[in-house]
């Protein structure tokens, strides 16, 4: 167990529907990023959260938003789902801004969208 | 963004000593190099991290060249374990943000 909690680790859903996807950073950690990793690619920088405040976006699409709450566990919303966002969605947390203290994963949320 | 670069495969013999390139030429004074691996589908498990001088710890080593351009991560003796994709990853500090940006990694194949 990493200390990120990621839920549900499964999701199967169709396309056109809405999701979401929660994420509970390690105690203590301040950042959330999320991350895609779409089948056979790397995995790609979505967006980071910081104490609540948005602090750096990647190639987020509209259709995708995200927040981190005051306890400090984030949600990614997914809506109007097409059959190109099945993926692997990773969240990572850390206890600062930029990392100094390192990352940690947690275990992804496999989408599938039918 | 300074970026890597990777071989985008190896393969090393279980028990042996497996050796890892990663060129970043374009590295700025203050930015890290960070080693993560991707086991199957598991999420990125962090590896080791080093400024300027070389870095070991219980998992692995991170020699980084003098002028900072490449790096090799070295795992002493390799086990079937350790097959898996391994992202050499400079980290964005310009920016006031930790998002580490990933490449497309090399899969090490660690053969019998």
């Known amino acids: 167990d990493s200390g990120v909690t990621q839920t549900p680790k499964h999701l199967i859903t169709a396309t056109g529907q809405r999701v979401t996807l929660r994420c509970s950073p390690r105690?203590?950690?301040?950042?959330v990023y999320w991350y895609q990793q779409s089948l056979d690619q790397g995995l790609q920088f979505l967006i980071q959260?910081?104490?609540?405040?948005?602090?750096a976006k990647g190639n987020i699409l509209e259709r995708f938003s995200a927040q981190q709450f005051p306890d400090l566990h984030s949600e990614l919303n997914l809506s109007s789902l097409e059959l190109g966002d099945s993926a692997l969605y990773f969240c990572?947390?850390?206890?600062?801004?930029?990392?100094?203290?390192?990352?940690?994963f947690g275990s992804g949320t496999r989408l599938t969208v039918v | 963004d300074a970026k890597t670069t990777q071989p985008p495969s190896m393969d090393c013999a279980e028990g042996r000593a497996a050796n890892l390139p990663c060129n970043h030429s374009?590295?700025?004074?203050?930015?890290?190099v960070y080693w993560y691996r991707q086991i199957h589908s598991q999420g990125p498990q962090y590896i080791i991290h080093?400024?300027?001088n070389n870095e070991t710890n219980e998992m692995a080593s991170l020699i980084i060249t003098e002028d900072r351009k490449s790096s090799t991560l070295i795992l002493p003796h390799a086990t079937l374990r350790d097959t898996a994709v391994y992202y050499c990853?400079?980290?964005?500090?310009?920016?006031?943000?930790?998002?580490?940006?990933f490449g497309q990694g090399t899969t090490l194949q660690v053969k019998p």
């Open positions: 990572a947390s850390s206890a600062d801004l930029i990392g100094n203290y390192g990352y940690t």
């Open positions: 105690s203590g950690d301040l950042s």
């Open positions: 959260y910081y104490n609540g405040e948005e602090r």
């Open positions: 374009t590295i700025s004074g203050n930015e890290y």
């Open positions: 080093g400024l300027k």
């Open positions: 990853i400079v980290r964005v500090t310009s920016s006031n943000t930790g998002k580490l940006i």
